[in-house]
């Protein structure tokens, strides 16, 4: 869950990898998760697909245990608003969720009323998706 992620765990990271405009996004899931490198694109096991990743500085260390790091992953789920606008989270956002607006190297990002289905993005306006006031 997002809440849970401790800030500490964020300090070596030095850029934020998006691999699709983050714009029409009202909310991505973040975790962190245990990979082998510091810097290229994890595999991806998840059901969805993979949104964004961290990318660490030359001073993160590896787990002395399992040689792996510590890095977030961005996400989405298949029944996430972005694809399913009237589904499950119509209003809401799972409790992994942040805005993408509010994500920065080392910084966890927060829920906004964006990501929670309040007023729709601009990107989503254009596309003539509008979502209910909560």
């Known amino acids: 869950m997002s809440a849970l992620i401790d800030p500490e765990d964020l300090t070596h990271e030095v850029d934020l990898v998006w691999l ?10 973040q ?3 245990r990979l082998s490198g510091r810097r290229r694109k994890p595999a991806y096991h998840r059901d ?9 500085g030359p001073e993160a260390k590896p787990s002395r245990a399992s ?7 961005f996400w989405l789920a298949p029944h996430d608003r972005d694809q399913q ?13 942040v805005d993408p ?23 989503m306006r254009e596309m003539g998706i509008t979502l209910p006031k909560t």
């Open 20 to 29: 699709e405009d983050t714009d029409a996004l009202d909310y991505v899931r």
């Open 31 to 33: 975790s962190l998760d």
């Open 48 to 56: 969805g697909r993979l949104v964004g990743y961290a990318i660490l």
């Open 67 to 73: 040689g792996t790091y510590l890095r977030r992953v």
């Open 85 to 97: 606008p009237k589904g499950l989270y119509e209003t809401g956002a799972p409790s992994e969720a």
């Open 101 to 123: 607006r509010t994500l920065q190297p080392g910084v966890k990002g927060y829920k906004t009323e964006r990501s929670e289905g309040g007023p729709a993005s601009d990107a």
